[in-house]
């Protein structure tokens, strides 16, 4: 592959394992983060190890002007091929429905929704050929909450899901004339720093036997399933989600 590969969230977890395949699969990337300098910076030594060109962009994807300053330091690098909008939060431990206050709902939606809007149209504007560009690639990370709804423990991050895997398949129709995929992956239960930050390092453990497969996912696997996705393999596929959740 050539181009560049913006990742949203880049900096760890998920995003990372993207970024560093990516690197190996031949993109140029830029590594969004948006507190975690040292962490995103440590992402793209990684990549630049595979030879190819790596910049971390400082930004809240909620924010227009942080998102359109990602998406113009990504074009200064070279063509843009692709997007990964990876970031999100749960804003919170686990907890019911009801126990949540809504200023940190607000601010899921805000990074999950809007945050998944922004850079799916600063991408869209870079490379629809209705723009002059050349087309390309748009993976959203939904989650397999979006159908399970996570009961008692992030209800309201699950509802952010679902609402991304509307926005990707509306989305995918809108431009699929115009030399743009888009497309969703939903993870399932991952490794990740997630469940530690949220105050339960054992989340996984716990859930592990009710995953078909006994056991919980790692970022790399995710990060296969993003890649097919973004590569010319994947050329007559758009509007679709993908669940990397071990059958569950």
Not at 28 to 46: F, I, L, P, Q
Not at 174 to 187: D, T
Not at 192 to 204: C, F, K, N, S, W
């Amino acid at each position: 592959m050539s181009g560049v590969l913006v990742v949203t969230g880049g900096s760890k977890g998920i995003g990372a394992a993207v970024c560093e395949l990516a690197a190996a699969r031949g993109y140029d990337v830029v590594v969004n983060y948006a507190g975690d300098a040292e962490a995103a910076e440590d992402v793209a030594s990684r990549v630049r190890k595979h030879g190819v060109q790596a910049i971390t962009q400082r930004g809240d994807v909620a924010s227009e002007a942080d998102v359109v300053a990602l998406f113009d330091a990504a074009v200064a690098l070279g063509p843009l091929a692709g997007v990964v909008a990876n970031a999100a939060i749960t804003g919170n431990t686990p907890g019911r429905f009801d126990e949540y206050e809504v200023d940190v709902v607000r601010r899921v939606v805000d990074v999950n929704v809007t945050g998944v809007f922004l850079c799916v149209r600063e991408g869209i504007r870079r490379m629809s050929t209705r723009y002059g560009g050349a087309g390309g690639s748009i993976v959203t990370l939904s989650s397999t909450a979006a159908r399970t709804g996570s009961p008692g423990e992030w209800v309201h991050y699950a509802g952010t899901k679902a609402a991304v895997e509307t926005m990707t398949y509306g989305v995918a129709q809108e431009v699929a004339k115009e030399s743009i995929r888009v497309n969703a992956v939903a993870p399932g239960m991952i490794h990740t720093g997630l469940h530690a930050a949220a105050g339960l390092p054992d989340r996984m453990d716990r859930i592990a036997p009710t995953i078909p497969m006994g056991r919980a996912g790692e970022p790399g696997e995710v990060a296969e399933a993003v890649l097919w996705l973004l590569s010319p393999a994947a050329s007559y596929t758009t509007g679709t989600v993908l669940t990397v959740g071990g059958g569950r």
